[in-house]
């Protein structure tokens, strides 16, 4: 027997905190990565190395289908509460939003792939 006091399962799926993450999760995801790159340039050409960058787009983009995953839970969360509505939104918006940064990430990483980040051209 559940009380008006505890929160249901469905209120549960949609928080603040979760919404919050599906909306800028990936962002934060794509200027880590961004981040990262520039900072690992240095260390590249010392040493000639590119796994880091690949292991950094690797983690980045994991986290940014994370989210992405999040996000469609949010979107498709099936109840009736005008608020949890409005969070379903939200959750649209948030997938688009994440859609995006996971094609800036590999975007960012195509270049690693096809020129060395020491090429001087």
């Known amino acids: 027997m ?6 249901d399962a469905a ?3 949609v928080s603040g905190l979760r919404l ?6 990936g962002i934060l995801a794509w200027m880590a990565h961004l981040i990262a790159m ?17 292991a950094v787009t690797a983690a980045t983009l994991v986290a940014t289908l994370h989210v ?3 996000s469609r839970q949010v979107s498709r969360d099936p109840t009736p ?9 939200l959750g649209s918006a ?10 800036l990430i590999v ?12 090429s001087t051209g």
């Open 11 to 13: 209120t549960t799926r």
């Open 2 to 7: 559940s009380t008006s006091s505890e929160p």
């Open 38 to 54: 520039a900072a690992l340039n240095g260390w590249v050409c010392r040493t000639g190395r590119l796994w880091p960058m690949h």
């Open 107 to 118: 975007a960012e990483w195509v270049p690693v792939l096809v020129v060395h980040p020491c």
């Open 81 to 89: 509460d005008p608020g949890i509505r409005a969070a379903h939104f």
């Open 20 to 25: 919050t993450y599906a909306l800028f999760g």
């Open 94 to 103: 948030a997938i688009v939003i994440n859609l995006f940064n996971a094609v």
């Open 68 to 70: 992405l995953w999040v």
